[in-house]
């Protein structure tokens, strides 16, 4: 039975990730790259300052709307990104698709830096006020943007068909993900049985989660810089020490995305869809690009304009694909650990124990606990913005629960299962966004441009927000 629901779930991500979403996702960042004049290489600099040169000033908005910071959202944003995707997603990329799949998840993150921009464009023009708290995200935007478009009817359904996805691929299935990648790298390092993992991060996570985003937030600026540099400082490490393979490697990740016979052989089975296939997948799984989700972070900053929080959006992409993937995607080639035999987190597990020992394991199960615990508490939230959307406040505790039971089973569950099961509701979200998106273009690129023109005027940058009052039972 198990196994053919397996075979079921694998056809349908088959068709979808080979013959829809691999195109669609890579399209439509093309589309907006060129549409709005490549915001990702132009305002590359402008995000930098603005994300981290007003790292240390005091929030002005705090006490409106109890907004977050930009560097807060950000923080919410990448912790929901760095996670199971940038340890165990890349390295099952590298197993299904070669070394060249590495090169399609540099590709679908450059062009998502562009998608990723106008999401949050959305999301802080569409977002509402409930409770004294700014929350939005597509569901939002879908609604309020798209209503004069293709009708009520069609927006609500679009909307509600988006929050259910999201609500099952990244409150429930999503966690489960992230726990069992939590569970197998302890219980290989420290033989810690999984059950026990699962209820230690469920009681974890519901002491954060009761506390909303603001809780979320503070948590997440703390622990995502001191996760990152940790993993980052670690990584380089292991390149210094294998340092003399480098060259070769990288060599092999561009020759392989367009030639993976000339690398793995013809006996590997591998060619250019799996290499582009599993490249843009694991890419969305860890950047979300047009997946949906981090505007629900987005949303919650007090910034002078959406274009501001775009550009810190893609800023976060950039942060975690090509830096903390290509970390990565480096390691476990130059170490050689693709070729041990085991699959996901273990992989990326045994190039730290190569070079550093089983100490060295230890230190990769810590760091991903903390990559995926941080990416937990984020989906979390997401998941709650979209019950709210669809009960008006209601089922909260229910949906709490419910998520706290999905952390708890996802440390039994089988890691291929799972995360094909993953890809099949990253799919279902990605549709209706995507086509939000499309349809609201002209929104985004009126949005960009009147702050292109503040910009070049000299002006102090401003814009004029129109908040709606979003009240729940």
Known sequence: ???????????????????????????????????????????????????????????KGEKDHQALSQFQALAVAISAQIGTGNVAGVATAIIAGGPGAIFWIWVSAFFGMATIFAEAVLAQKYRVVSHGKYIGGPAFYITHGLTNKIGRTNARFLSGFFSIALIIAL?????????????????????????VV?????????????GGINRIARFAQFIVPFMAVIYILSSILILLQFSEHLGSIVQQIFVAAFNPQAVL????????????????ARGLFSNEAGMGSTPHAHATANVAHPSLQGMAAFISIFIDT?????????????????????????????????????????LLAICLTFFAFTTIISWYYFGESNIRFLFKGKFLKI???????????????????????????????????????????????????????????????????????????
């Open 198 to 210: 699962g209820i230690f991060l469920a009681v974890a996570a519901g002491a954060i989660f009761i």
């Open 171 to 195: 409150g429930f299935i999503g966690n489960a993900v992230q726990a069992n990648s939590i569970a197998s790298a302890v219980q290989a390092s420290f033989e810690i049985p999984a059950i």
């Open 322 to 362: 090509m830096i903390v993937c290509s970390m990565t995607a480096l390691i476990i080639l130059i170490t050689g650990a693709n070729t041990s035999g085991l699959q996901g987190a273990a992989v990326t597990q045994q190039a730290f124990v190569i070079a550093f020992g089983h100490w060295g394991g230890s």
């Open 399 to 473: 949906y709490r629960g419910l998520v706290l039971l999905a952390i708890v089973l996802g440390t039994l569950g089988k890691v291929d299962l799972v995360w094909n099961l993953s890809d099949v509701f990253n799919g279902m979200m990605v549709l209706p966004n995507l086509i939000a998106l499309f349809l609201l273009r002209k929104e985004i690129k009126a949005v960009y441009h009147d702050y292109l023109t503040q910009e070049k005027s000299g002006k102090e940058i401003s814009y004029n927000y129109e908040f709606h009052e979003y009240h729940e039972k």
């Open 265 to 280: 052989g013809g006996a590997a089975g591998i060619g250019i869809r799996e290499a582009i296939r599993f490249g843009v």
């Open 1 to 59: 039975m198990q196994e053919t629901f397996a075979h079921i779930v694998d056809s349908i991500n088959t068709v979808l990730w080979s013959y829809v979403l691999m195109y669609a996702l890579v399209g439509i960042g093309l589309f907006f790259t060129v549409y709005l004049g490549a915001p990702q290489i132009t305002k590359f600099g402008t995000g930098m300052k603005s994300v981290f040169g007003g790292l240390f000033r005091k929030n």
